[in-house]
């Protein structure tokens, strides 16, 4: 480890990568021979999009930071997790747009914000009666998921939402969380608060389940990892929240008039991983329902900003020539053969994403000119597929297409308006407290519905 402001020179970077244990390596790696591929992406144009597009627009984006505080103990440090929604209401913002220019606070007051925000002990950071940090912040976990509380009309609690989904988890044991007391046994988490059966009979939380505290770093060093899996757990647990809320109140008829927008992919990865296929089943379930009273799928999207896909995207877009792949308004919608090829190598047979994701990606260069890396969800088993590009599968894709051209924002790079919004509100908190269901149903009631 360097010391703090230590960086390496530009001379002894050059030094190791010309080194002949660097070449070794890089001779032993596979290298993609462009002469030999076989998969190639074919831009082609989206499906004509529903003749009235959504008119509000949901967009959920999350942040986590971790700070150094002061207890007594060295390294002592607090995460904070925040998780904020947008409300943008696309009518309003078509009304303003045909009325150039547009007052600035006029167009704010077409987003409706909404935020929550929790704070984890970290490390050296010990709680109530506990032994260690970890064992705080699996019980910080707990309460945060207990404590959260979108519909406040009925005090509906995010927990019940969790609870429902651990349903379909399928059965196991974990390694006992209290290894630290000498307790080597493996456990069974349940759905509700229960104790280890060891003589010391401490509580085992149902959020034990997503095994996050595995990652957690007791002694010294960051915990951003496990903060960031509780971020995007809390965010997809939102979604699913909102959807079953409109259930019960038998909103669901509704949905054609609303498009819900996930910061990253629609997928759970690590140690939380069996959430996402729990999520999907639960997607699916609530779109039955969907599609008997709208005789179409619920409109949900997942935005990529960084990672292996969105640089492919760029890099096929480039030819040769000077000119472009995509023209404006073109999609690719990637296979299982292609992605193991082109993007992240792999021979297995097991399609890509199988264990983490609940959807699939698409690549989709708008009107505008902007890369937008997308994810739409698998709401029927049949969507559950890579083996081909066909959008006819997905009754919503020419809408969602539709919807990214309306959404982009030349704020940033490949960027789309709500996301930034949500994300700016989840970085900065200003409207912690507030609920994002009242906010919908008070949107629904401006439009009439």
Known sequence: ???????????????IVESERVQQLLRRSRVLDSSTITQQATPQTPPIADSTLPSLVLAIDGSHAEVDVRNGYPGAKIGYCSVASVVLNLTEVERLDSKRPVNPINFRQTE???????????????????????????EAVF?????????EEDNTRLLATYQALFAFKPAGTISCPYAHLGCDRQVTITANLSTCSCEHRKPLFPTDALRIHERFNDDSGSNGEAFGYVMSVWERLLLIHLLRCFEQRNWLDRLNNIAFFLDGPLAIFGP??????????????????VREKTGNDMTIVGIEKSGNFVAHFDEIDKLEDGGQLFQPRTYYMPTDSYIKQRVIFSDSIKRYGADTYFGRKFFYKTKSGAHIV???PFLTPEQDSLLNDDPSLYPRFGTVCALL??????????ALSPIVSAHAHASIPLHLGQKVLKQLAQALMREGG
Not at 1 to 15: D, F, I, T, V
Not at 114 to 135: E, M, Q, W, Y
Not at 272 to 289: D, F, G
Not at 405 to 414: A, G
């Open 272 to 289: 939380p991983a069996w959430l996402s296929a729990a999520i999907s089943r639960e997607l699916q379930r609530l779109n039955m329902v």
């Open 405 to 414: 051209d309306k959404l982009v924002t030349s704020r940033f790079p490949n």
């Open 143 to 151: 309460e945060l998921f207990h404590d959260a509380i979108v519909d």
């Open 112 to 138: 409706d914000p909404s935020s929550d925000a929790s704070a984890l002990p970290g490390c050296n950071v010990i709680t109530r009666d506990h032994l260690s940090a970890k064992d705080s912040f699996r």
């Open 374 to 376: 997308a994810s739409i």
């Open 1 to 15: 480890m360097p010391y703090e402001g230590e960086y390496s020179h530009y001379q002894p970077l050059k030094r």
